[in-house]
């Protein structure tokens, strides 16, 4: 042996092809197999071999697990196999006497087999597999699912001989690795891709398609066609999960206000009105006395989603805290921030859940209205608002388009028009800047030095067009008595590329 290697084997009810796979392993000095709760004999399988060490763990993800196993590892030259494959011989030797380089990582060829029987067509085709490393120099991503050793930095080499995998022995095996792997799928890309049932239709359609007649699954009979419809069924479930999935965000409304009860049941009424409801309120109290507190317990008795109050004596203006405070108490994963002189559009919510994308926060519009149409919407608490209602400012950001807002979403990477009235950001996110930073009191700038963070962190910014459209009522500005020093610890926060304050959410958590 040029150097002495630990095989890492994840393993889950593998009793029946386990023996087969350790058997062709002896000549290694060290088996490192990962159980992940099995249940049939493969912990008893395993002990029988005297090279194998057994260590246990749940299901975190493929890409972590293996990582995992090979931490437990004596050897620092990693060889990664599944348990259903096997080694030939050849490969065996190939991979003992092979003189191992740190700066390369090798593979080898694979073979696919359904049953005993050799598939080389409908997906299944032959492939090289990357499994042997060096886990000083390289490892796996912490994907969950289609997990590959790192390459950045080293070389691949490829060694001879054969490495058989025995895939699957029946269609009952077919379909429970289905429903996991597409189940994994939906989880890893949740908002990171876009899918819908046509999506999921289409690529069901293409794959059994290509599988069967383009990538000649039709030479190998039944099993070319069970393999091709199976596959196609793996493409149509994982994108109808992915869609399903994305569609199941939990999203927080949180709503800031301060003394300003008229408002706020204004606001509230256009949140009960949403044709997609928040799965929470939180009112965002920055002090205000007891007629905003009397209002909200009025509407919590009937409002369609739970309305939490959550207020801070009055000590001057501290928004950023009472965010910060709200936040905490959030638990929906998604959050839309809004003021309480903001009345939603009907869409608001869903035009703004439509646009969410990970790792990034959205920046929307607001429509400026006048005195008089603030004062008759205060008056009734009614209001019927369009771009062509009188006496509105900025009428295109009244528009209100599905179509529109994706055209014309683009990415931002200045803090230009940030305003706290209408954001929306991933709670994970906040968690990772820690927040609003509460340094700044008085009016302005806890938005901005907010956004810097998070775009400093690597998070990306979007405006939202044509959607989550706000009608801000109209008030009187607030005193900026506080604001040349805000400004400069948000020129602090530029200059020093800063992506965590000190005096944040993270005093709130449990």
Known sequence: MSQPISLTILAKNSQDLLPRCLAALTAFPEVILLDNGSTDDTVAVARQFANVKVFHSPFIGFGPLKNLAAS???????????????????????????????????????????????????????????????????????????????????TIETLPGILKHYSFKNADELLQKLNQY?????????????SSAFTATYKGAW??????????????????????????????????????????????????????????????????????????????????????????????????????????????????????????????????????????????????KRMAGFNTFIQG?????????????????????????????????????????????????????????NMAFWRNDVLKVNGFNEAITGWGREDSEFAIRLLNAGVERRNLPFGGVGYHLYHPENARTSLAENDKILADAIAQKATWCEKGINQYLG
């Open 365 to 421: 519009k607001r429509v400026l209205l006048p005195k008089d149409l603030t004062q008759q919407i205060l008056q009734t608490k009614e209001w019927h608002l369009t771009p062509f209602s009188k006496g509105i400012i900025n009428r295109f950001n009244a528009v209100s388009s599905g179509v529109l807002a994706k055209l014309a979403s683009k990415k931002r990477s200045d803090i230009k028009a940030i305003r706290g009235c």
């Open 72 to 154: 437990y590892a004596t050897h620092d030259w990693i060889l990664s196999v599944d348990s259903d494959e096997v080694l030939s011989p050849e490969l065996v030797q190939s991979i003992l006497h092979h003189p191992l380089q740190e700066n390369k990582a090798y593979r080898f060829l694979r073979h696919n087999y359904y049953g005993q029987k050799l598939i080389n067509a409908c997906g299944w085709e032959n492939d090289y597999v990357l499994r042997l490393f060096n886990r000083k120099t390289t490892g796996f991503t912490n994907r969950e699912v289609h997990e590959g050793i790192i390459t950045t930095s080293i």
């Open 207 to 352: 794959t059994f398609f290509r599988n069967y007649f383009l990538k000649r699954g039709f030479l190998y009979g039944f099993e070319g066609f069970l393999i091709s419809a199976s596959n196609a069924n793996g493409a149509f479930y994982k994108y109808l999960k992915l869609h399903e999935a994305n569609r199941s965000m939990t999203t927080s409304l949180i709503i800031s206000t301060y003394n300003w009860p008229q408002a706020l049941e204004v606001v509230l009424k256009s949140v009960a009105r949403q044709h997609e409801l928040p799965t929470e309120v939180i009112i965002a109290d920055d002090g205000s006395r007891g007629e905003t507190r009397a209002l909200i317990e009025r509407y919590q008795q009937d409002f369609p989603v739970p309305l939490r109050h959550c207020w801070h004596e009055d000590t001057g203006f501290r928004l950023a805290a009472i965010r910060n405070k709200a936040m905490a108490l959030a638990t929906g994963e998604y959050i839309l921030s809004i003021d309480g002189d903001m009345v939603l559009h009907p869409d608001f919510v869903k035009s703004h």
């Open 182 to 194: 597409t189940t994994l799928f939906a989880h890893e890309n949740r908002f990171k891709k876009q």
